[in-house]
């Protein structure tokens, strides 16, 4: 009956050493967290990367090793491991595995085993990005869309190796990030706990769910697009790559399409955008309900915008193509799209600042992190209201106010919110607080410095100034203004990035040395919060599973003493206990 | 509002589907990795749906040389009729297999289970020698780019394939170990599922390579490309 005991073993995974427990761990609470650590760990990378970059733009020549070869191989990096390794890998590996099971009231994902899995083949990802650093050649610099012909080119920096390694890396990240998936979405549907309806999960988890979706169907398109880009560099076919001359030197492609590649990649690439957004958006929505004591204002319009979000990203992605010569009625099409979605948008932003308005709003750090997020998000939205408009987008493509766009909507927005969310869970996660007076200088040097870089953006992108040049003094058409402005958003830049070092003091030193928490310390009602130990164990609920009776935001209930009811407290129990809760 | 009115929530009733106990139930496992595979087939559906999509538009480019032109290699494409052949046989007999477990017939179930993996074998066998024959007539994959696409689609295919047989392996070697039918029955039922999927992407795929270049022409008119 050996394969009965092994059956049981394989479903219990219970760990019995500090090798399963710490690094084979099936348990979804350590992959959560070293999927955090490896991405925190890329992100440092990343924001070491831009702060290269910024001292060349702010101040050319300022760092000698800095030649245009290395410039774009560090913004190539930068963007990468921004966009993919950090916030995709955070957002849905980090927060999405700790979150789900927690929050519907499950021992852990469904597929415990692939979930080992994914975790694994993620820091392979990395471990592959990572030795382009060291090989002939270095990573490869073509810019974060990887554009053929240019990528795979002689002359553009990396072509040798660095480039297929970055693909290679790409294709095992989205392997890593489907057996993930796979468990994130199985789990939302079977696993969830007894009266745990779909309308009465958090928001955190209807954004973790629906991103996981379009993470499913939209990653093939960036597989499909690396796949044949390998393929074109390794072998030789010309699945992208047209007939060109190279160094003087007639090449032996023939008849690709680059275009081609374009339409795949931003197939991807624009849900890419909200894979990151609706996580950042259920997440948001759950820190202001607790912090501001009141229900998330119009529940079921905010799950239903995060699927029309979801939905409709998927024909949205050529406004990022405006310029490459498509049909005008394409421009058209997108365009109209594009504003289309601006409206489940919009009824978020409006429900964030209606759940807020009357609210009583503690001012703690991860509220102020929330509203931070409010306030960037809509400026970052609404210049693509702009950019997503062809005839206005045509003039501005290129320059810094794009960069400057989508820094503040997919950079700096669910940055915040990752703040926001540590700040918030941590003290689910450590048992420990995190340090306040700390935690409140590290927002307003994060938030007000995030603003003296990126609002100045805007206007030297109206002004003309161009994104990715090396060195912008070399122009007579750049004013001198735009370079004092440069040197100045280079230090703010240099400031935020320095002010990190207070979130990972924070982050360790209450890791070990914070104030305890116990299990509730914002008195939040949804079902992580209940948890029978904090930090939960192993199969997170002891004996019994919690039975859920109401949804996640009963705050502030008339005739209740407390002002929060938690999801797995009866009405028999409420009634039975009105005065003590 | 009272509790009870906040409490008032629509939609669709909780699956549950975990007891009270640590140990889920086999049927609940079985529903999870059903819903798992449906979910990777979807995934697997979106893969090979992006990679038409570019086999079509690319297809429209001036050099592109159609393998099922007359007197080409895939204008009677008898060989991969055979392999499609075998790939038939491996899904019936998995769906043999299934109902047979369904029964608690033990050796027929394993009889055709082993049969399936051996069929999915000679398809794979089979692919791999319409490649040795393509490359023995100078069809190499980048020669031109509708060889490039006709090597990478029956490979993914064909490696899609493969990760089937290694949980086929895995099955036949529960099977070897004692396991008892009811209990393998689920295993085989995701067998099945995959492979039938499996067989049913093949159709496609083989269809979309053999037609003619008016074919290509038309679905990319009709799709606006």
């Given amino acids: ?581 | 509002m009272t509790a009870a009115q906040l409490m008032k929530t629509s939609g669709f009733e909780s699956v549950g589907g975990g007891a009270n106990e640590w140990q889920e139930t086999p049927e609940v496992i079985a529903l999870r990795a059903k819903t798992g595979l449906r979910i990777l087939m979807a995934v697997i559906t979106s893969l090979f749906f992006l990679f038409i999509v570019s086999f079509l538009i690319r297809s429209q480019i001036a050099d592109w040389e159609h393998l099922s032109a007359p007197w080409k290699p895939l204008a009677n494409p008898w060989p991969l009729w055979i392999n499609t052949g075998a790939l038939v046989l491996a899904s019936i007999f998995l769906q043999w297999s299934r109902i047979s477990s369904r029964k608690q017939e033990a050796r027929r179930t394993v009889e055709t289970l082993v049969l399936a993996g051996f069929f999915s074998l000679v398809f794979i066998g089979g692919q791999l020698a319409v490649w040795q024959q393509l490359m023995s007539l100078g069809y190499f994959v980048s020669t031109n780019p509708a060889n490039s696409f006709f090597y990478l689609l029956t490979g993914l295919h064909g490696l899609h394939l493969a990760g089937g047989l290694m949980a086929w392996c895995k099955t036949v070697v529960k099977a070897w170990r004692g396991m008892p039918i009811k209990q393998l029955s689920s295993s085989i039922e995701l067998c099945a599922m995959y492979w039938h999927y499996l067989l049913g992407l093949w159709f496609v795929l083989l269809g979309l390579l053999t037609s003619s270049p008016e074919t290509y022409a038309a679905l990319v008119r009709l799709c606006g490309l």
């Fill in chain 1, 1 to 581: 009956m050996a394969y009965v005991h092994d059956a049981e073993k394989e479903a219990l995974h219970q760990p019995h050493s500090f090798w399963s427990k710490y690094v084979w761990s099936q348990d979804h609470k350590v992959i959560a967290i070293q999927y955090s650590l490896i991405a925190i760990f890329a992100g440092i990378i990343a924001l070491v990367l831009s702060a290269m970059m910024r001292m060349q733009i702010g101040f050319p020549g300022s760092l000698e090793f800095m030649d245009a070869n290395t410039y774009y191989q560090a913004m190539t990096m930068h963007g990468m491991i921004m966009v993919i390794y950090l916030l995709t890998a955070l957002f849905l590996g980090g927060f999405g595995n700790y979150m789900i099971p927690l929050m519907v009231g499950a021992r852990d994902m469904v597929f415990p085993f692939v979930n080992m899995l994914s975790v694994w083949f993620y820091f392979l990802s990395v471990i592959i990005l990572l030795a382009s650093f060291f090989v002939p050649g270095g990573p490869t610099g073509a810019g974060w869309t990887l554009y053929p012909p240019q990528a795979i080119t002689a002359g553009t920096p990396g072509m040798e190796w660095g480039i297929i390694l970055m693909l290679v890396s790409l294709l095992v990240f989205i392997i890593a990030a489907t057996m993930g998936g796979l468990n994130y979405v199985t789990t939302v549907i079977q696993a969830r706990t007894y009266g745990m309806t779909l309308l009465r999960m958090p928001l955190t988890v209807w954004g973790i769910f629906m991103a996981t979706i379009l993470a499913l169907l939209a990653f093939p398109a960036l597989f499909v697009s690396g796949v044949m880009m390998l393929l074109d560099r390794t072998i030789g076919t010309s699945f992208f790559m047209p007939e060109m001359i190279s160094m003087g030197q007639q090449t032996d492609y023939d008849g690709g399409s680059p275009i081609l590649f374009q339409h795949l990649f931003w197939f991807f690439g624009h849900p890419e955008v909200y894979i990151v957004a609706l996580p950042a958006f259920g997440m948001i929505s759950d820190i202001l309900s607790v912090h501001s004591r009141k229900k998330v204002f119009g529940y079921k319009m905010m799950v239903w915008a995060i699927v029309a979000i979801g939905v409709l990203s998927f024909i949205v992605w050529a406004h990022h193509m405006y310029v490459s010569g498509m049909n005008p009625y394409f421009g058209f099409f997108f365009a109209t799209t594009t504003l289309i979605i601006a409206v489940p948008t919009a009824i978020k932003v409006y429900n964030w600042v209606l759940t807020l308005w009357k609210g009583d709003i503690h001012m703690t750090v991860p509220l102020l992190f929330a509203v931070a997020f409010i306030f960037t998000f809509l400026a970052g939205g609404l210049t693509g209201l702009f950019l997503g408009n062809v005839i206005v987008d045509i003039p501005l493509s290129d320059t810094y106010f794009v960069v400057a766009h989508f820094h503040m909507v997919m950079g700096v927005a669910p940055v915040l919110v990752v703040f926001g969310s540590i700040y918030h869970w941590f003290p689910k996660i450590t048992g420990r607080m995190m340090n306040d007076k700390i935690g409140m200088w590290h927002f307003w040097i994060t938030f007000l410095g995030t603003y003296a870089i990126y609002f100045p953006m805007h206007y030297l992108g109206i002004l003309g100034m161009p994104r990715r040049y090396y060195d912008s003094t070399a122009y007579e058409f750049i004013p001198q203004s735009a370079h004092d402005l440069n040197a100045f958003i280079t230090i703010a830049a240099l400031i935020v990035g320095a002010a990190q070092v207070l979130f990972i003091y924070n982050m360790i030193h209450s890791a070990f040395k914070g104030k305890e928490s116990g299990p509730n310390p914002w008195n939040a009602a949804s079902l992580e919060w209940q948890t029978p130990q904090t930090p939960p164990v192993h199969g997170n609920w002891g004996e019994k599973l919690p039975v859920v009776h109401r949804w996640p935001y009963d705050y502030s209930v008339p005739g209740v003493k407390e002002d929060f009811v938690p999801q797995n407290v009866s009405e028999q129990e409420l009634e039975a206990n009105k005065v003590k809760l």
